[in-house]
Every structure is written in structure tokens, then in C-alpha cells.
């Protein structure tokens, strides 16, 4: 997986005391249409605090066209943002 | 605190505003890892304010120093790559580095932006070793903010920081009673905290070059020659240091100060008072956060030739209000400016009281309606930011209506600490 740390709409579910849990999401392409992609699992959270940047960390995977992606998502707490981080 | 076997760490970041930008960079996706090449931290030179803050450690090889100017380290190193400091991220690394310390012990002691000491004593029952702790602390710093840190360890404050400069970057290394003859007499003793370029000329001059040399003189004559300082310098040189670990909320700030730097040289006498103004305008706030006032106000100037000079003044009652310190600072300004092109003013404040306990003065005015101006105008500047309210004086001027301090004055420079 490489960094690429690009910024993504997320549908999240906010369960209360759980862990924020994003099921779909999107990339903002330059051009042409935004592709939605559906979590299918989430293996693992966990939560980082880089340069004082509280964030969570999703190692996730989903079917994009015929292969099966593993990914993971990235969460910023303080800012409310998500982006994808590694693929 | 005598005789008890105390442990403190003091706890540094490496290049602190370098390692923040270069892990803040990384975080974000970028490849390159600022700590690996020659790089800076500094201000904008279209400012006035280009000089280095920070370097890594291979621009360090290239000879450049912090506080230099940015053309000077230029001509040093070609492929320099600078960077502008971002205060907010440095306040959150900070921030973040303190919550760690705390989990190892509630008394821990911000002593700048990038550096805490923090006082082990009770805490070994609790975590087993010093050492191992520090090494402990060391990883979790690398692994979780992603910067480096060193930790120093020792029976008191100064032999701590001491450890912490001995080897660098990401170590821990401690200074025991035991150790002081084999690890820290050996240094230049330039190395020793407080002493500084002057005392080391005058030490050199009596043969003097290392911590052990001065550890083994006299203290009667380091006192003869040195006054007080020479017998706080041969106590530091032998490793004696019996200051408290104090967690900043019980610390009684002495003073409260800003200066500024203009873009361009002053030389109208209105362009000064403005700028006096609005430094008065910084200073009156935040000493009414404070929730102090002050009887000694004085002014400091660097004019064009990079001549510094300072008057200040004790009143006769004490104050917090931004129109009386603009109007004694006015006063004092006038009074050693000798018509020089002004290139940085600044503003301080001390002999600082708490408020609601003033001394009254027979001649003063009615300062209550000042006062609820003073506050009304605080109110505005919280809720709303420092710019939604200002003097009739900067409207339509262009110039900034507050001066000092950066990133809104919340900011803490290197050597200060959050209040």
C-alpha cells in the first residue's frame, strides 16, 4: 500500500460510544464522475495521534470492479475530515 | 526537598519546529522527510522576519545556525529547502507531547514550547526503573506524535537537562551524582546551563575551559569575580541544584512583555505612537487575562542600526488599562528616541499585583469608566476574534490594530509557558 492521503466524502454511522463506522464513500476526482465504493469489511481501527493530530485508522476492503482492494481510511478527529490515506 | 533522593527528566524535542513540520508532512502523504535533507523552519523574509528558527540536523552539518538570517544560511547551503513555521501545529505537538508526560506524573513542568521537566520521585514505585521509563517514554514519543525526543535523567533539574544534551538526537542518557566526573566535567564549559558567550570569555581568560576546571575552583573567587553568578556556576558545574519540579499553575509570572518587528523602519512620530498603540492594546489584554495589573511599564526599541535601548518607569498606582499604558509608554518611548529609524518596539509590563487590590492615588482620575470600556472591548475580541473590534486611530490606516505575538498572541515562544 502507498500513502496517497486524499480527501473523500464518507457515510459514516456515529453509534454513540463506539467507534465512528463508515460504510460508503467517495473520491473527488479532477474530472469525470465520482465512483462510490461500499466498505465491505473493516479488519481493524486504530486510533493514531501524529504531530499532536488525534486521528482513527481504518484498514478496510472492498470489491472495486473485479478485484478485491484492501485500503485503509483515516479519520480526523479535531478537523472531522476523512481521507484516504494508504491504498 | 534536601537530602531526599530525588529522580527529575527533562524531556527536549529534537529541532522542535523542524521535526513538527517534517512530521505534520509526512502525516499528510508527503515522501520526503524534512529531518533527512537540509531544511528550515523561518520567517518570512518579505516581513523582516527571516531568520532561522529551527534546522535539521544535516543543515547543521552546512554550518547554519538558528537565529541567523535566511540569505546568510542561503549562501551556506544552495539546496536549502525553508519552510514557514506553522504555531498552531507546534501548540498541538506540545500540547500533545505534555498529555503523554502526564500519564507518568502530576508534576510535570512546561518549560517551553518543546521542553517539560517532570518529577519521577513518586513515580518509580509505580513504573519500576528511571531508566527504563525514560527509554519507555523516548519510543512512545517516536511511535505515537511521530517526532523525537531526548530525555535526560537526574537527581535535580540541571543535571537532567545536562543528560539531555549529551547525546542527540532520540536518546535517553542519565547524569547520576556518580557520573558527573565522567560524563559532564569533561564538556567545554560553554555546555553549562547559564553560562553564556560573555562568561565563557571571561572564564577562558583564567584558564578555565571545561565544567571540571570550574567544578575545582574556588568558589570564593568565582564570587569575587562573577558576584552571585559565580557561586551559581561552580554550584551547577559540581551538580547542585535543588529548584523544584513546579507544574506552571503555581507559577506567579513576573512579567508581561511584546515587541514587534515592522515590516519597514519608523520614522514619523505618529506611525510610532500607532504602533506603540497597538502593542499597548496586546499587552493590556493579556494582563487582564491574567487578571493582574502592574506598576512598572517600560518600552525597548531596535532602530535601523540594530542599536538596542530600553527605559521603563515605576507609577505611582498600579494599572490595567490599555490608555494608561499607551500614555506612559508614549511618554517613555519620546523621551530615549532620538529621532532613529525604528525597526522593532516593544512593550512590557512588571511589578505585577492582582487585580482588585490597587493602590489608590490622590491625583489619579476616575479610571471605572476605562475600566468597563477595557472590558467590554475583551468580551468583543473573545467571542468574535481580535480583529472584530479596534481604536478610530488604525480604522482605514491599514495598519494592525493589535501587535505582538503571533498566531493571535496565544502562542508561546520557546522559553515561556501556557498560562
Given at each position: 500500500m502507498k500513502i496517497v492521503a486524499k480527501p473523500i466524502d464518507a457515510a459514516v454511522y456515529f453509534t454513540g460510544k463506539e467507534t465512528p463506522r463508515p460504510y460508503r464513500f467517495r473520491c473527488r476526482p479532477e474530472n469525470g464522475e465520482a465512483e462510490t465504493v461500499k466498505i465491505d469489511r473493516i479488519f481493524q481501527t486504530e486510533r493514531t495521534n501524529i504531530a499532536g493530530a488525534p486521528a482513527i485508522v481504518y484498514r478496510c476492503q472492498s470489491q472495486i470492479g473485479d478485484t478485491m482492494k484492501l485500503y485503509e481510511l483515516r479519520y480526523f478527529i479535531r478537523e472531522c475530515r476523512w481521507e484516504l490515506y494508504k491504498i | 526537598m534536601d537530602g531526599a533522593k530525588r529522580i527529575i527528566f527533562h524531556i527536549d524535542a529534537n529541532s522542535a519546529y523542524l521535526s513538527w513540520t517534517a512530521a505534520d508532512r509526512l502525516n499528510r502523504g508527503d515522501t520526503l522527510d524534512l529531518r533527512t535533507v537540509p531544511a528550515v523552519i523561518a520567517g518570512d523574509p518579505d516581513d523582516r522576519h527571516g531568520i532561522i528558527l529551527a534546522k535539521s540536523i544535516p543543515a547543521k552539518r552546512f554550518g547554519i545556525v538558528t537565529g541567523e538570517s535566511l540569505s546568510s544560511a542561503r549562501g551556506k547551503c544552495r539546496e536549502l529547502l525553508v519552510y514557514p513555521p506553522d504555531y498552531e501545529l507546534y501548540m498541538d505537538c506540545s500540547q500533545a507531547m505534555y498529555e503523554i508526560l502526564q500519564e507518568y506524573s502530576p508534576?510535570?513542568?512546561?518549560?517551553?514550547i518543546d521542553e517539560c521537566f517532570l518529577d519521577f520521585t513518586e513515580s518509580e514505585k509505580r513504573f519500576g526503573g528511571a531508566e527504563q521509563t525514560a527509554e519507555q517514554i523516548r519510543e512512545r514519543m517516536r511511535e505515537e506524535l511521530g517526532f523525537t525526543v531526548n530525555v535526560g535523567v537526574g537527581p535535580n533539574k540541571l543535571l537532567a537537562k545536562m543528560a539531555g544534551e549529551l547525546r542527540k538526537p532520540d536518546a535517553a542518557e542519565t547524569i547520576w551524582p556518580w557520573e558527573i566526573r565522567d560524563k559532564l566535567w569533561p564538556l567545554p564549559v560553554r555546555e553549562l546551563f547559564m553560562v553564556g558567550r560573555a562568561t565563557e570569555e571571561k572564564l577562558r581568560r583564567v584558564n578555565i575551559r571545561t565544567i571540571g576546571d570550574l567544578a575545582q575552583t574556588d568558589p570564593g573567587y568565582l564570587k569575587a569575580v562573577f558576584h552571585s553568578h559565580g557561586g551559581l556556576i561552580h554550584r551547577y558545574a559540581n551538580g547542585l541544584d535543588d529548584e523544584p519540579v513546579t507544574a506552571n499553575a503555581d507559577i506567579f509570572q513576573k512579567g508581561v512583555g511584546n515587541s514587534a518587528t515592522m515590516r519597514y523602519d519608523l520614522t514619523e512620530p505618529e506611525e510610532i505612537s500607532r504602533a506603540l498603540l497597538a502593542l499597548c492594546e496586546r499587552v493590556g489584554m493579556r494582563l487582564r487575562r491574567l487578571q493582574y495589573t502592574a506598576s512598572l511599564v517600560g518600552i525597548s526599541l531596535k532602530t535601523d542600526g540594530f542599536i538596542r535601548r530600553s527605559h521603563q518607569r515605576e507609577l505611582s498606582c498600579t494599572t490595567d488599562s490599555t490608555t494608561e499604558l499607551y500614555r506612559c509608554s508614549e511618554q517613555l518611548f519620546f523621551e530615549c528616541w532620538k529621532g532613529e529609524p525604528i525597526r522593532q518596539a516593544g512593550v512590557f509590563v512588571s511589578h505585577l499585583s492582582f487585580a482588585g487590590q490597587r493602590q489608590l492615588s490622590l491625583f489619579q482620575q476616575d479610571w471605572e469608566r476605562e475600566e468597563r470600556v477595557d472590558q467590554a472591548v475583551d468580551c468583543i475580541r473573545k467571542k468574535f476574534g481580535d480583529g472584530a473590534v479596534m481604536r478610530g486611530s488604525f480604522a482605514n490606516t491599514g495598519r494592525a490594530p493589535l501587535l505582538g505575538g503571533v498566531h493571535e498572541g496565544r502562542y508561546i515562544m520557546m522559553g515561556g509557558y501556557e498560562q
Open positions: - | 508534576v510535570v513542568q512546561r518549560y517551553s
